[in-house]
């Protein structure tokens, strides 16, 4: 039995350039920090291996920060690394996957053609490919392991969502085909679960690290168990601050709605708050003045539809002014409360329908 941890698409460097130039750069050193998450991780867990599929940097140009950041988790981990560069931070001349001395339990496929490193203590191989360009052919088609009784895994980064992809293209059939025990995937940044395609297990552990809106919540990689026939894959959370979008139906008191709304704990995260239904104009300026300090940062969005009064055009000689002069009349010989709350509920749905909005919430 081999325990590896699997992570991918790190993207150190990344701009993050929604933020504030001070906040940009106070990510990419929470990003270098991460590293240390990640070596402690494989530690903590005992694991042999750690396969890092693609994407470490955010481009094949990183910042000597990050490679020294990189250089010293490396040499702190006790497991075997193993790297196969993706479509962002793919080796080329003059790449530090190149130019750079790393330590000895770091292996870096740096050709654009499968091969593999053995780790005979391991009785196990490790395949894999680097991309030598922003884009790569199948690499997984026509591969067959070799069967010979070791362990076989790969790293590699590819679209396994997409056959026609630019970005080596994996598909079900080929991972079937493979004979591996475990594949582990990069490129795609939310997480895939455990899969198996024939007696291949295989999965996509996302970003360990959110970096826009485009990628919410918890992030974090994999803790794999692989043996012959058999596969485990534990998600571990890296923590770090999240990117969340919440909706919030602003009615008379937007402040009061979005605060009602939130979860407890947000003053790490980068948030995005929009605000729906239907509702006087909010102040949006005057909102994020009030919620100042509660986040990392904070951006709002008015989604809401300009309220009107609900009887109005009530007698007009429309469809509009028919429905609501009938409903109206049942509104006035209500004979509760409850009732007539009921055929105001009515009477907003019908707007709606009318007006091609979405249906309101009750």
Not at 183 to 207: D, M, N, V
Not at 285 to 306: I, K, M, N, V, Y
Not at 340 to 358: F, H, N, P, S, T
């Amino acid at each position: 039995m081999v325990r590896l941890l699997h992570a991918a698409d790190l993207h150190l460097d990344s701009p993050f350039s929604a933020l504030s130039p001070e906040q940009a750069a106070q990510r990419r050193q929470e990003q270098r920090a991460m590293l240390t998450q990640l070596t402690e991780l494989a530690n903590a867990h005992e694991c042999d291996l750690m396969l890092l599929a693609g994407d470490l940097f955010d481009s094949d140009n990183a910042y000597p920060d990050s490679v020294d950041a990189l250089r010293r988790a490396f040499s702190s981990c006790r497991a075997e690394i193993v790297i196969a560069p993706g479509n962002h931070d793919f080796c080329a001349p003059g790449s530090a996957y190149l130019t750079e001395k790393w330590s000895e339990n770091v292996h870096i496929f740096t050709k654009q053609a499968l091969s593999y490193f053995e780790f005979p203590q391991l009785h196990c191989r490790v395949w894999g490919a680097a991309f030598t360009s922003p884009d790569a052919p199948a690499l997984l088609e026509g591969f067959s392991a070799k069967r010979d009784g070791m362990l076989e895994l790969m790293a590699l980064h590819g679209d396994a969502l997409n056959a026609n992809s630019p970005y080596n293209a994996v598909t079900r059939e080929q991972i079937t085909a493979s004979g591996l025990c475990y594949l582990a995937l990069g490129h795609i940044h939310e997480k895939s679960g455990l899969q198996r395609a024939g007696e291949t297990f295989y999965a996509w552990p996302g970003c360990p690290m959110g970096r826009g809106f485009d990628e919410l919540g918890q992030k974090g990689v994999y803790l794999v168990t692989a043996q012959p026939g058999a596969c485990t894959a534990e998600f571990l959370p890296i923590f770090g601050r999240k990117y969340e979008i919440l909706r919030a139906e602003a009615g008379d008191d937007a402040l009061a709605a979005i605060r009602q709304a939130l979860p407890a704990g947000t003053q790490s995260d980068i948030y995005r708050i929009i605000l729906t239904g239907d509702a006087p104009q909010p102040d949006l300026a005057a909102l994020h003045r009030a919620l100042d300090g509660q986040f990392f940062s904070l951006t709002l969005r008015d989604e809401t539809t300009p309220r009107r009064e609900l009887w109005d055009g009530c007698g007009e000689d429309t469809l509009r002014g028919l429905f609501l002069q009938t409903l109206r009349a049942q509104y006035d010989a209500a004979q509760s409360q409850e009732e007539k709350a009921q055929i105001a509920d009515a009477v907003r749905l019908g707007l709606a329908a009318m007006d091609g909005r979405e249906a309101p919430a009750f």
